[in-house]
């Protein structure tokens, strides 16, 4: 099973920026996908964003130019760049990949974003 462990969560204000960090536990070229998803209080988990083996992203519309998902390959670690956060961007924010041995989660970090 890969171990997924995020990171960089917290309370900023709105028009802030915070970056999430996602520590893989094996290499990422292991990992076909990984992805960030968020699930805030009383609403189902959604996709924030995606980036593929080949390194093609997607994001979820409300999110799209305000964040950026990247990886640095040397240190296997997946990266969410949030700018210009927004109170509904409150969630806890939890990081999935996807391997041969199936899908994996991390326990998530927690965002909170002030008015």
């Known amino acids: 099973q890969v171990q997924l462990v995020e990171s960089g969560g917290g309370l900023v204000q709105a028009g802030g920026s915070l970056r999430l960090s996602c520590a893989v536990s094996t290499n990422i070229f292991t990992m076909s996908k990984m992805g960030w998803y968020r699930q805030a209080p009383g609403k189902q988990r959604e996709l924030v964003a995606t980036?593929?083996?080949?390194?093609?992203?997607n994001y979820l519309d409300s999110v799209r130019g305000r964040f950026t998902i990247s990886r640095d390959i040397s240190k296997n670690i997946v990266y969410l760049q949030m700018n210009s956060l927004m109170p509904e961007d409150t969630a806890a924010y939890y990081c999935?990949?996807?391997?041969?041995?199936?899908?994996?989660w991390g326990r998530g970090t927690q965002v909170t974003v002030s008015s």
């Open positions: 999935s990949g996807e391997s041969v041995l199936g899908n994996s």
């Open positions: 980036i593929t083996l080949g390194g093609i992203t």
